[in-house]
Every structure is written in C-alpha cells, then in structure tokens.
C-alpha cells in the first residue's frame, strides 16, 4: 500500500510498497480518510524528536477513517464496518503505577499511533476498536483529524483549572493554540491571543478572542496585564484602548478593529515584567504557553498574575530550560506542563468540534493526496514564512 514512512532525521520516504495491516485482537482495519501534518511531525522528520521506535515506521499522528474490518473481539458498541472515526492516538497499558492511579496520561509504556506505532499517512492502518471515536453525522473527514489538537487543548485547559470567568492568555496561535482560545471560550473565559503573526491573529479574532496583541508591535509585558484587567473588571475594551493604556495613547482614532489595528498604537516601553505587575496592573489569571519557542515559557511565567496557573504545551528543538523559579516563589505562580491529552480528551474534543464549540475549519489550509505528501505536505510545512496551519494528506 501507499505510506509516507519516516526512516530517521531527514530520511522521510513515499512508498508503494508498504505491506498492507491486518487488525489482531481487540482491533480494527481502517481505511484513512486525512491525516493532518502537525509541527511535531516536522520535528519529527528534520530534528530526529520523539523517534521512539528507532525504526522506519509510517508517520501521522492526527488521523481519522472509515472502519473496513473488524479483528476478533472488535465488535464493541457504535463500531461496525463502515462507521466513521477519530483515531485517539495514546494507547496506554492500563497496568504500570500511573494508569492505575487514573492518570493513564503519564502511562510508562505508552504507544502511539504515529510515533511508536504506524501511523495515519497510509492508505490503511489498524488500531484497536476502543480507541476509535466514532464520528457524528455533522463532523466532516475533514474536521476529524483536527479532533487531536483539540484533545490537547482540551487536556491543557483542564490542567488549568480554569474558572468561570477568569481571564487567560494564549501564548502562539498556530493550530494548538487556536484549539485552546476556543476550549477556553466555550469554558467562559475571556481570552488574549498572543502571536507574531497577524494571519494568525486575525483568525485569533474570528474565533473569538477577546483581545489580541503581537509582539513586534508592543512590549507584551506592559499591555497584557492591563488589557487584562480590563477585561477581568469587565470594562469595555473598545472605549478601554480609545482613552488610551494608562493614558498614553494619544489617538482618539476609532479602532477598525479591537484585536489588530489598535495594538500598534499600544505603548512600548522597556519595563522589566516585575515592574509591570505592580505598575501595570495584575495580568491574566492563567497563560496557556503553545508556543514552544525560544523565551515563550518564560513570558508565560512573567505574565500570569501572582497566584495564578502557567501551563507549558509547546515543545520544540528550540525551547528552552528558562523559567526563573525564584520568581515564580515569590509570586506563588503555578507551573505545569501539560502534554498530550488524558483519556476521554478525545470524546470531548470530538463533541466540541461536532457541537460548533471549536471551529477547526479555519485551520484547514490545503489537502493534499498521499503521494503528494511530501513534496506539498512536509515541504511546505518548512517555509520559513509558513502560511499553513493544517494541510490534511489523503483522499477522502
Ligand atoms: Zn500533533
Ligand atoms: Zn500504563
């Protein structure tokens, strides 16, 4: 069959000849639908990350299909051939010390369809029927690939702890951080996006962010804890930004819009992130950080308000050890990694897409067949002006 197989650091390969999966015990044949290509599997392909496996196996983490056979003992509730899924990626063992505490999350001998095990970028694959989410009937192919990032999202925001609400930033609107904004928002948070890119920025809006701030145009560390505030004092943003931050801002121009045009106006200054807590203001209740990229976590720990929650999901080759742990004593700041997703992040991450809760259309930038994969999958992906979010591989 067709698969686009990952040999080592640099060695990805399209193949015709990939011998075909037949479903064992407690699995399921599926035929792919769309597998999306994540960052990770960039990471993956130029970096040599998370190559658990050590040997060739084909790649594609978020992944659905249609059911085409049933192995023995496959025959559960709401599976039959034929039906629609989500494939739930994390295959965990049910017996080591962490699975029977009920955080299966942290299993110590997880698999992974598309990292240990063979993936989605094939024409087949098999994995075991009860970790295959059936879709509903207004969940489209290509909305399904997209239940992974959002199954993250959806793990990152419990981790959180998150209250009705409260407000939180979101540092990097690529796909996870676009999936978050929205977990956030239908949890009643207010929400700021923060991202270098206005496209993302602008989705970021349309999507529902509250309020959005890019920083090439402003020192973050200043504007955020006031925009903040205002939200979480309930103040209108609009009029908020017009009077001006902190009276700085002279135009009384009418902002176009309040995510992008206004920012730019914002004043910067060179204030070091403790002196904009008691200056500035507070600052968000929670940071979720999906960035991952080099100084990101650090900010996420600057810009949550004293006593409040950091969550890390973004990970990288260029992230970075750098959080101050001293400050983050002193400020009582809370500081969690967040990966992956925790059983039943799937189920809801389906039903948020499948209930317009998260819109993953947006982030649906191109589809590609499988033997064009590579070259305008993987290979657009390393753009260095990338102007993808998920390119999904597949035929429908
Ligand atoms: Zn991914
Ligand atoms: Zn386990």
Redesign the pocket.
């Known amino acids: 069959m067709q698969a686009i197989v990952l040999h080592g650091k640099n060695d990805l390969r399209y193949v015709t000849d990939y011998p075909k999966p037949t479903p064992g015990p407690g699995e399921i044949l599926l035929e792919m639908t769309y597998t999306s290509i994540c960052q990770t599997d960039i990471e993956m392909w130029q970096h040599g990350m998370f190559n658990w496996r050590g040997k060739p196996h084909i790649q594609g983490h978020e992944a659905a299909g249609i059911v085409v056979e049933l192995g023995e003992g496959a025959n559960i509730a709401g599976i039959e051939v034929g039906t629609r899924v989500a494939i739930e990626n994390v295959r965990?063992?049910?017996?080591?010390f962490?699975?029977r505490k009920g955080t299966?999350q942290l299993?110590?001998?997880?698999r992974n369809f598309g990292f240990s095990d063979d993936g989605g970028l094939a024409e087949f694959g098999v994995w075991p029927a009860s970790l295959c989410i059936p879709l509903p009937d207004n969940m489209t192919n290509e909305e399904a690939p997209l239940a992974e990032p959002t199954s993250v999202a959806v793990h990152a925001v419990e981790n959180a702890n998150v209250v009705v609400g409260e407000t939180a930033a979101v540092i990097g609107c690529g796909v996870v951080g676009l999936c978050t904004l929205q977990v956030l928002k239908a949890a009643g948070l207010r929400v700021i996006a923060i991202d270098p890119r206005e496209q993302s920025l602008t989705i970021a809006s349309e999507l529902g962010a509250d309020a959005t701030l890019n920083p090439n145009e402003v020192d973050v560390g200043v504007v955020l804890p006031q925009i903040a505030d205002a939200l979480r004092d309930g103040r209108d943003l609009l009029a908020f930004l017009r009077e001006g931050v902190r009276g700085r801002v002279d135009s009384d121009a009418e902002p176009s819009h309040p995510m992008t045009s206004t920012t730019s106006a914002l004043p910067r200054t060179t204030k070091s992130p403790d002196d904009t807590q008691s200056h500035n203001g507070y600052g968000p209740d929670v940071v979720i950080e999906t960035a991952g990229a080099p100084g990101t976590a650090l900010d996420a720990a600057n810009w949550v308000r004293r006593g409040g929650r950091v969550v890390i999901v973004g990970f990288s080759h260029e992230s970075q050890d750098d959080i101050n742990f001293g400050r983050s004593h002193m400020g009582e700041k809370n500081i969690m990694g967040s990966s992956a997703t925790s059983h039943g992040g799937y189920h809801k991450a389906v039903a948020l897409i499948a209930n317009g809760s998260v819109n993953v259309k947006p982030l649906i930038s191109a589809l590609v067949p499988l033997d064009r994969g590579i070259q305008d999958g993987f290979e657009r992906m390393l753009k260095p002006e990338k102007d993808v979010y998920r390119i999904l591989v597949g035929n429908g």
């Open positions: 965990t063992c049910g017996t080591c962490f699975c299966s299993c110590e001998n997880g």
